[in-house]
């Protein structure tokens, strides 16, 4: 299942739109280190981009709100099991806010897309700085599919970031259109 985060951005009303914008949040991937130790692999620690990018402790600060740098849209960034914390808020409006806006993703269904398997030569490829991504559990029920497996091909990103000059997906359509 994938879901885009432009559209979730576009959902959200530009009066907080504009207070989420000037947000942080704490990002951790704890269950990397866990899975790894659990299925005798070693996480890569060397240098991955960015300096600050080194280690088996995955964790950092990033805004709310990114930039694509491709497009120069906005989406919302801090949605999923990553994102621990929206800084700047109370426990319980950090924890509202990211709750909220995976619910957002999981009740509008027109926002996602749904890769159904067909062939072993399928492939999806998506930016992991606009599109949200999961596996779903129904998989397993299907037929003769046996378990899940699959090759997995990333790139080095750069660090995450708002340009506040950057707009939103419908707002650089409207303007392309005039």
Known sequence: MKA?????????????RAFLDTLTAYYAQPGFEESAARNNYELYAEPRGAPENVGTV???IHPVVRTNPVTGWKSVFAVGHHAKRI??????ESQ?????????????????????WQDVN???IWD???VYHAAT???IY?????????SRAVSLGEKPYIDPQSTSRREAQRAARK
Not at 4 to 16: A, F, Q, V
Not at 96 to 116: A, I, K
Request: aromatic share 10%; net charge negative; hydrophobic share 35%.
């Open 4 to 16: 885009s985060g432009y559209e979730l951005y576009d959902r959200i009303s530009p009066t907080l």
């Open 142 to 150: 299907e037929e003769g599919l046996g378990e899940r497996s699959g």
């Open 58 to 60: 995955l964790e950092a």
């Open 128 to 130: 992991n700085r606009s």
């Open 137 to 139: 559990p129904d998989y």
């Open 87 to 92: 800084h700047g808020l109370s426990d319980a």
């Open 122 to 124: 399928d492939l999806a």
């Open 96 to 116: 509202h806010f990211l709750e909220w806006f995976n619910q957002l993703v999981v009740d509008n269904h027109d926002l996602q897309v749904r890769l159904r």
